[in-house]
């Protein structure tokens, strides 16, 4: 199991991992940021002062009536969820343009009719073998 483990480690694939955790976690803190410092501001601007943060929907407030006292407020706080749901937007919709840039340059480094882009030696090495083969498969049939 500790030569699998190792196997495994070796190859990259928990270093992936773990680069892949830290960079999201770095990412996180950029969003929150970028969210609340930048994007709820103008929010609340645009609707009178008021911070999404902090609405609820209030099911039971806390009263103290003479001896009697209601515990405390029961409310569902819905303005959390307005702004985790602009943080996933957010996310989302960088993470979409990321994949889509990396999309765009693999499809211009694997266009064969492109002349701008330097052809990786392995693949000029497979198409000459690839051309010998055609040729040899040429000279078998005569």
């Given at each position: 199991?500790?030569?699998?483990?190792?196997?495994?480690?070796?190859?990259?694939?928990?270093?992936?991992?773990?680069?892949?955790?830290?960079?999201?976690?770095?990412?996180?803190?950029?969003?929150?940021?970028?969210?609340?410092?930048?994007?709820?501001?103008?929010?609340?601007?645009?609707?009178?002062?008021?911070?999404?943060?902090?609405?609820?929907?209030?099911?039971?407030?806390?009263?103290?009536?003479?001896?009697?006292?209601?515990?405390?407020?029961?409310?569902i706080g819905y303005g959390k969820l307005l702004?985790?749901?602009?943080?996933?937007?957010?996310?989302?919709?960088?993470?979409?343009?990321?994949?889509?840039?990396?999309?765009?340059?693999?499809?211009?480094?694997?266009?064969?009719?492109?002349?701008?882009?330097?052809?990786?030696?392995e693949i000029e090495l497979l198409n000459k073998?690839?051309?010998?083969?055609?040729?040899?498969?040429?000279?078998?049939?005569?």
């Amino acid at each position: 199991m500790f030569k699998e483990f190792k196997e495994f480690a070796v190859k990259g694939n928990m270093i992936d991992i773990a680069i892949g955790v830290i960079i999201g976690a770095a990412f996180n803190k950029v969003v929150d940021v970028l969210v609340k410092e930048i994007f709820l501001p103008p929010l609340s601007f645009l609707t009178d002062g008021i911070n999404l943060e902090n609405k609820k929907l209030v099911l039971r407030e806390a009263k103290v009536i003479g001896d009697v006292t209601n515990p405390e407020e029961i409310a569902i706080g819905y303005g959390k969820l307005l702004e985790t749901s602009v943080d996933f937007l957010i996310i989302s919709f960088t993470v979409f343009i990321i994949v889509k840039f990396i999309n765009r340059l693999k499809n211009k480094a694997e266009d064969v009719e492109d002349e701008t882009i330097k052809t990786p030696v392995e693949i000029e090495l497979l198409n000459k073998v690839a051309d010998l083969l055609e040729k040899q498969n040429e000279l078998l049939k005569k």
